[in-house]
């Protein structure tokens, strides 16, 4: 509404309005150009950080891929430097990750991780082990961690086969044994008593079938030698 604030007489009869609106700027109004360039930069920014949110649930979805071991740290707290420190002393085979519970519970949904949803709580760097030699993998932080006294980043749980091991059952991961163990097993097994070779195949799945692939390979492996 156009507000007229004087006016200005000449010598005719007609008389000259000044405008209010025509001569006052509104300091708190926002010119339409830059509104909509604020507007432009907020979208573009959305659709940035829904990008990013995608390549890393895509990530994660990847690092599933042959992985034997996913297990959630307590990150809250260490610096840039202590996770480079901490990288540069994981196995090639291991992988550490920082994600949003968010993300990773995404990624999960419906797998066999989705065990891991107790895990999903306060800020979490997540460990993916592609290797069947768990307890290698997982020494590395244990030693990181009693060097740099981080007792209050420990594991906040784990899946392994399926299974959802909490902070307090990760010694069982930890105490797995090697492959090399499983061999020296199968090897003392087989000299000894029939009862000792029913013991190794009561033992669980997963050591039952590395000790005949480690078996089969040493069989192989004679086999070829003598050629």
């Known amino acids: 509404m156009e507000a007229t604030l004087f006016s ?36 573009i920014r959305s659709a940035i950080s829904r990008t990013k949110k995608e390549e890393t649930v895509e990530t994660v979805k990847q690092q599933l891929e042959d992985c034997y071991l996913l297990a959630g740290i307590s990150y809250k707290g260490l610096t840039v ?17 920082v994600a949003k519970n968010t993300l990773v519970l995404k990624a999960i949904e419906g797998t066999k991780w989705e065990a891991l949803r107790p895990c999903m709580k306060g800020m979490n760097a997540w460990l993916f082990v592609h290797s069947e030699e768990i307890p290698a993998a997982l020494k590395p932080y244990r030693t990181f961690q009693k060097e740099k006294k981080l007792e209050e980043n420990d594991f906040t749980g784990g899946v392994f086969e399926g299974k959802f091991y909490g902070p307090d059952e990760f010694k069982v991961l930890e105490n797995l044994p ?21 013991g190794t195949i009561q033992a669980p799945a ?17 086999q070829g030698g003598s050629q």
């Open 8 to 43: 200005l007489h000449g010598s005719t009869s007609h008389s000259y309005p000044f405008y209010l609106k025509s001569h006052f700027k509104n300091p708190f109004t926002i010119p339409n150009s830059n509104l909509k360039l604020k507007q432009r930069t907020l979208t």
């Open 81 to 97: 430097k202590q996770f480079q420190d901490l990288r540069s002393q994981l196995p090639e085979t291991t992988k550490l990750l």
């Open 178 to 198: 090697t492959r090399a163990e499983i061999y020296a097993q199968l090897l003392g097994s087989l000299k000894g008593p029939a009862s000792a070779v029913v």
């Open 206 to 222: 997963r050591n039952l079938v590395m000790v005949l692939q480690a078996y089969v390979k040493k069989l192989e492996e004679e």
